[in-house]
């Protein structure tokens, strides 16, 4: 069994920590954080070691009663693989000390493509994962398109069109506040060029805006296929490619009706790492198919990390069994009828 770490505890670090802990193969030894907080809590009551990266902070875990195992460098020794879950820049910093320890490490999309040279999404370059220390995963919005276009592979995508509404904040950082108004991205967007270092030849052109919302960001996609399908095929496809969800209505016709389905069905958070389609929105006109995606930012990216991690642990795994596995631990929908791998859900 690998020992596994994570750095940060926030959003995306509480999620990969929940999970790791569910997959058979992987031992979660412990999370590195800064400072003390309420999240830190609620993991030390899970039974999660904790180790503080910033030793002039330790004082703070004192006062608030919530033992440490050690610093980061304590951490390190015992970690095959760390998961780094820091802030936008702060995992470049620690190359050097990850190096320096042998670990292997994971990022996560708010890191910049040339941190490591490879960006990683499981449908899209699954068997082009390379033999090297350190790997990128995309970012979610990257994501959700690497897994809209690996489904539509087959019909042939000439031109993908996406615009993306995106929200200004997670909800755990709302206090940072929340726009009155529309910030929009000039230009070509980060996500489509994020979304070709993964599938190389996508032909994409990606526009984005920020609104004042945090329940999930929306993508509108206009794609233009080789080989259209008609709508009824289209759906029946999407609703069969893993972590894809066709919304006829269910759960929900906006985003909030639908992170509330996702918490009344008795998802930890209300967590939703599917991509969830909502079957109206398909249009389909000659070649050309339009349809609207919802993302939950928060927790999308999850299974793919964990892919990753068991990428790395076993380079032959073949991806048949990787999502097979990953998708059962962490009990995803399984196809088109909603249902659950496991009553229970987790994550």
Request: with cysteine.
């Amino acid at each position: 069994m690998r020992k596994v770490s994570v750095i940060g505890y926030g959003t995306i670090g509480k999620r990969i920590a929940d999970a790791i802990r569910l997959v058979d193969d992987i031992d979660l030894i412990g999370i590195g954080v800064r400072t003390a907080n309420a999240s830190i809590m609620r993991a030390y009551l899970k039974n999660i070691d904790i180790y503080c990266t910033d030793d002039s902070r330790r004082q703070g875990f004192v006062q608030t009663s919530i033992p440490l195992r050690g610093n980061l460098h304590d951490l390190l020794s015992k970690s095959d693989i760390v998961v780094d879950c820091t802030q936008a820049g702060y995992g470049k910093t620690r190359l050097s000390l990850y190096k320096k320890y042998g670990v292997k490490a994971i990022f996560q999309g708010g890191e910049k493509h040339d941190t490591t040279n490879f960006t990683y999404s499981t449908f899209g370059n699954f068997h082009e994962f390379p033999d090297q220390d350190f790997i990128r995963v995309g970012s979610c919005n990257t994501t959700g398109i690497v897994r809209l276009a690996s489904a539509l592979k087959e019909y042939g995508i000439e031109f993908m069109d996406t615009s993306i509404v995106r929200c200004t904040t997670d909800p755990d950082k709302a206090n940072k506040g929340i726009l009155n108004g529309v910030k929009p991205t000039f230009g070509v967007s980060h996500h489509g060029p994020d979304a070709q270092q993964v599938i190389s030849d996508l032909s994409i052109y990606t526009q984005a805006v920020a609104v004042p919302m945090y329940n999930g960001h929306l993508q509108m996609h206009s794609i233009t296929l080789n080989d259209a399908p008609d709508k009824s095929e289209l759906a029946h496809k999407l609703s069969n490619f893993p972590r894809i969800v066709i919304n006829d209505g269910e759960f929900g016709k906006d985003s909030n009706q639908i992170a509330n389905t996702m918490d009344h069905l008795g998802r930890l958070r209300g967590d939703r790492p599917e991509i969830m389609i909502w079957e109206d929105s398909i249009d389909i006109r000659d070649n050309k198919i339009h349809l609207i995606s919802s993302i939950d930012m928060q927790s999308i990216t999850i299974p793919e990390t964990i892919d990753c991690i068991k990428k790395i642990i076993n380079p032959t795994l073949d991806i048949e069994q990787c999502v097979s596995e990953t998708d059962e631990s962490l009990s995803l929908f399984v196809n088109k009828n909603y249902k659950f791998l496991k009553k229970e859900s987790v994550i």
